[in-house]
């Protein structure tokens, strides 16, 4: 059974720094991996999605690895804003559709 | 493009008592997905449609839970009697196989509040 671990559970950073989000899972075996941003109250908003054939993805001020050998994936923010408070969850897909979630990172970017 | 739909947003309810939730996912997506989100957990997959067909149910607690995608588009997941356990947000997510990415759409979900 796969489980997906993200460390740290919480993260208080001020406005403009770098920040790293880590992601690990048990079984190598997977097709992808989804980060996904969730805002207190609210629905799951998609950020990157890395196939399982890539390395990484990048979306503006964010980059997504995957290292399936080590079974890891880090969510680099750069630059850091106060929008950017929110709750960020890995998602594991071990078959083409089901996807096994993590527990999340709060993060909150302070002024 | 409009996104995935749920209502209700907000559900308070007795146990006991039923409840339904409804789901209309994104045009064209055709793999329909539920999911129950317990206070600071991530999402667990109840039920998996392809188009009108659940092929993974495995999670559903089939005793009070059922669920039904009528047409392959809209669905309904339903449960009766509620308990205090299961107060919780329901998700619903949908995705486009076609494009061979699997990535998930996810709606905003209904809180379910049982008391």
């Known amino acids: 059974k796969q489980e997906v671990t993200q460390i740290p559970a919480a993260l208080s950073v001020p406005e403009g720094e770098n920040l790293v989000l880590n992601c690990s899972f048990t079984?190598?075996?997977?097709?992808?991996l989804q980060w996904f941003r969730q805002d207190p109250g609210k629905g799951l908003t998609s950020l990157l999605l890395?196939?399982?054939?890539?390395r990484e993805q990048t979306s503006g001020r964010l980059n997504a690895s995957l290292d399936k050998s080590s079974g890891r994936s880090t969510l680099y923010i750069a630059a850091s804003q106060p929008g950017d408070s929110a709750t960020y969850l890995c998602?594991?897909?071990?078959?083409?559709?089901?996807?096994?979630f993590g527990t999340g990172t709060r993060l909150q970017v302070t002024l | 493009e409009a996104g995935v739909v749920q209502s209700p947003r907000y559900k308070i309810i007795e146990k006991k008592q039923p409840v339904a939730f409804w789901c209309n996912p994104i045009?064209?997506?055709?793999?329909l997905y539920w999911y129950r989100q317990n206070l600071g957990q991530g999402p667990e997959l109840l039920i998996r449609?392809?188009?009108?067909?659940?092929?993974?149910d495995s999670q559903l607690p089939k005793d009070r839970f059922s669920a039904e995608r009528l047409k392959g588009v809209d669905s309904t997941l339903k449960i009766q009697p509620a308990e205090l356990g299961d107060s919780a947000v329901y998700l619903c997510?949908?995705?486009?196989?076609?494009?061979?990415?699997?990535?998930?759409?996810f709606g905003p979900g209904t809180r379910l509040t049982v008391t």
């Open positions: 997510a949908s995705s486009f196989p076609g494009t061979g990415s699997y990535e998930q759409y």
């Open positions: 890395i196939q399982s054939s890539q």
């Open positions: 998602a594991v897909g071990g078959t083409a559709s089901k996807l096994t």
């Open positions: 045009s064209g997506h055709n793999t």
């Open positions: 449609y392809e188009n009108e067909e659940a092929v993974d």
């Open positions: 079984d190598s075996a997977i097709y992808n």
